[in-house]
């Protein structure tokens, strides 16, 4: 066995139902295992999933393991070669695994890589790749001279912005929505510490890799990251976790220094957490406050995907501006780059899983030049219209 690929899964179904396709398309002539793990959704995840991947390894937990834990249970059922640690609200491209083992196999001292993740917007996610969070790099980045200093060797090192987007780099820190892993440097390194339950495990498990004798490296093939449509960012919950989990972090590894100095570092974490708790719990309070205003879309796909689109926004938004244009990527290549197509007041475009590629769509949506828009996808297979942070369904029965 080649890949071991292994999701865990939170009420994200639809999310991860187009992720899924995307993997089948991507491990075509490439001897690799799928394995998801679902954390006690209770959304009927399990049986959705198991209807339409028969082939795929779906172990259901009957409590949330956390992501550690989750991840650690399929990786020890596991047989790869390699593993990657894939996030259920991804697409990934039909040559990503054909580019990852290609690096690996010619760069025996990577221990891990790390890919170019898109916003929905197309921009460049900066959490792609990461430099240890050491107490200088953190006080940086908390202080804000990362922000204000981003392309800086010495202040900009956590989003290590100084190194080119489109070359291969080595780095420090990958992130755990996709983790192409060495199963060798893993077996060195060990498994996802289970005492982070959700966040930091990523950092630490880099940090482990690096400490093991390995190399961490950043591959600029790129993927889309949706980015935490399983959480809710303006709870308690989510803001205690991630600040917990940075303050394990720091206990784990630089409990050496001086009380002096880890003293102050806590503070600033917590005090950071108050903050993004405060400034998230007024953008929550806003959203609810404010009318909702209907998407505009540019379709673009097959005839019968645009027809069944047109009826999902048509009873969502009624007659509000969208644009249907019959192509593909044989016909229409350049998507919505092709010239006579304006891009003028709409904010989404919805690309036909069956008339593009996920290839080719990612590289449509990153191209530089234009005005961005976020992306939709819909499958006539799945009847499912996937926008940024909605999912539209009109068919919840099985599709072949």
């Known amino acids: 066995m080649k890949l071991s690929v292994i999701i865990v899964n939170y009420k994200v179904k639809h999310y991860l139902e187009q992720c899924l396709r995307s993997v089948a398309e991507a491990s075509r002539g490439i001897a690799v295992e799928v394995i998801v793990v679902d954390n006690a959704s209770g959304d009927g995840s399990v049986e959705y999933l198991r209807e339409r991947f028969p082939d795929v390894t779906i172990i259901a937990s009957e409590e949330n393991l956390g992501f550690a834990r989750a991840n ?59 430099g240890l969070p050491t107490p200088f790099v953190a006080f940086c980045k908390m202080s804000g001279l990362a922000s204000l200093f981003p392309k800086s060797r010495t202040f900009g ?23 192409f892993l060495r199963r060798d ?28 004798g390995y190399n961490n490296y950043f591959l600029p093939s790129r993927i889309l990251h949706y980015k935490g449509e399983s959480t809710v960012k303006s709870s308690y919950r989510y803001v205690h976790t991630f600040y ?27 005090g950071r957490a108050m903050l993004a708790y405060a400034g998230n719990q007024f953008k929550h309070r806003n959203e609810h406050t404010q009318h909702l205003h209907p998407i505009n879309c540019l379709v673009i796909g097959n ?75 819909y499958s006539t297979e799945t009847r499912t219209l ?3 942070g909605a999912i539209h369904c009109n068919n919840e029965r099985p599709m072949a």
């Open 386 to 388: 996937i926008t940024d």
């Open 244 to 270: 917990r989990a940075m303050e394990l972090f720091f206990n784990k590894h630089y409990a050496h220094y001086s009380i002096l100095l880890s003293l102050p570092i806590k503070l600033a974490i917590w």
């Open 303 to 377: 005839s019968e995907a645009t027809e069944q689109v047109r009826t999902i926004l048509t009873s969502l938004y009624g007659n509000c501006r969208h644009t249907f244009v019959t192509g593909n990527s044989e016909s229409l290549p350049q998507g919505h780059h092709t010239e006579g197509i304006s891009l003028e007041g709409y904010d989404t475009v919805v690309y036909d899983t069956g008339a593009y590629s996920y290839g080719t769509i990612l590289e449509l949506l990153s191209r530089e030049g234009t005005r961005r828009l976020s992306l939709g996808t």
């Open 185 to 212: 440097a893993l077996d060195k390194a060990g498994l996802l510490d289970e005492d982070f339950f959700m966040y930091g495990e990523d950092i630490d498990l880099s940090y482990r890799i690096l400490k093991a």
């Open 72 to 130: 650690n249970l399929a990786i020890r059922n596991s047989h790869g070669q390699y593993v990657l640690l894939l996030n259920p609200d991804t697409i990934v491209a039909e040559e990503t695994f054909s580019d990852f083992i290609t690096f690996m196999d010619s760069t025996p001292d990577a221990g891990g890589c790390g890919a170019y993740m898109l916003h929905t917007d197309g921009s460049f996610a900066p959490e792609s790749r990461r």
């Open 157 to 179: 090192r956590y989003y290590m912005r100084y190194l080119n987007e489109n070359e291969v780099n080595r780095i420090e820190i990958m992130s755990g929505a996709f983790m």
